[in-house]
């Protein structure tokens, strides 16, 4: 974030004007802060609101800057008084950003960091159910190399039992499974797993029996409703089964009312009856 030239300050006053006000009061002219643009919503981050931001037309967006106010976390200092700080160990730009964010306030703050695997440790099992997604790592003498990752993501995953409704591709061949939850009395899609395994396809199929009547679920469905982010919006279409658990590994990433994030796949549940399958503790339904 920073005091920059007309085309990107403009872009950035339309979409986050609270940002950019809090940047031009708070930032010094010649200052280039790397950092994310987050929204908070009942104590979880809300990634839906965020990118609705980018879509909507005036008047959605002032309704959203209202209802759903925008913070800025930063994380690195790239520029300080107008001379460039990319050459700096990740150490030293880390101080000269701590000094700056004394004088910061709401929206504006300061990214926590820490050398220490305890505390860490603890962040990823206080922080999971607000919906933070892992670590990010890097290494004190880093310097700053830009369109470069130099840094590793550590994601935490859990293990969760979901009603596999239907499959994409064939019924003896599946290639991915498409999960749902109860949401609102009703199984709902929330996400679909990323390809399986030639083994565990077998696996599965063995288990996977035509639906009956009266499927919760149509026949075809977009491409966005499997993932919202998947730019080719054509139809997918479902092979519809009879509902059967299956034990999946997901990540933290939950928006709205599904995951963000592909599962993976673990093992069929036949043992376990679909009806039972709760939605799990910490994701908002």
């Known amino acids: 974030m ?14 986050f004007p609270e940002l950019s006000a809090a940047a031009v009061s708070m930032i010094p002219p010649g200052c280039v802060v790397d950092g994310e643009a ?28 209202r209802d759903f106010p925008a913070s800025f976390v930063g994380f690195d200092i790239l520029c300080v008084a107008g001379q460039d700080t990319r050459n700096l160990p990740l150490r030293d730009r880390r101080s000269l950003l701590e000094e700056l964010a004394t004088v910061w306030s709401p929206p504006l703050s300061l990214s926590p960091m820490t050398s220490d695997r305890e505390t860490a440790a603890k962040w990823l099992e206080e922080q ?33 039992d979901v009603v596999c409704g239907a499959v994409i591709g064939p019924i003896d ?26 083994a565990d396809s077998r696996a599965l199929a063995r288990w996977l029996r035509p ?40 990540d933290t990433a939950w928006s709205g009312s599904s995951f963000r994030h592909s599962l993976r796949y673990l093992r069929v549940r036949p043992e376990l009856d679909p009806d039972e399958v709760q939605l799990p503790a910490g994701l908002p339904g």
């Open 211 to 250: 639906a009956a009547d009266h499927h919760p679920w149509p026949a075809t469905v977009k491409g966005t409703t499997l993932d919202r982010f998947n730019r080719d919006r054509s139809p997918v279409a479902l092979t519809r089964v009879e509902p059967v658990v299956v034990e999946v590994s997901a």
């Open 2 to 15: 920073r005091r920059p030239r007309q085309p990107f300050k403009t872009q950035q006053k339309r979409y």
């Open 173 to 198: 061949r599946p290639q991915e499974i498409v999960a749902g939850l109860p949401l609102e009395g009703e199984l709902r899609i929330v996400g679909r797993s990323s390809p399986l395994r030639v």
């Open 38 to 65: 987050v929204v908070w919503a009942e104590d979880r981050l809300n990634f839906n609101a965020l990118q609705r931001r980018l879509v909507s037309g005036k008047e959605g967006l002032q309704s959203l800057v």
């Open 128 to 160: 999971a159910s607000a919906g933070i997604e892992g670590l990010v790592i890097k290494w004190s003498g880093q310097l700053y190399a830009g369109g470069q990752r130099q840094w590793l993501k550590f994601k935490p995953r859990t293990t969760l």
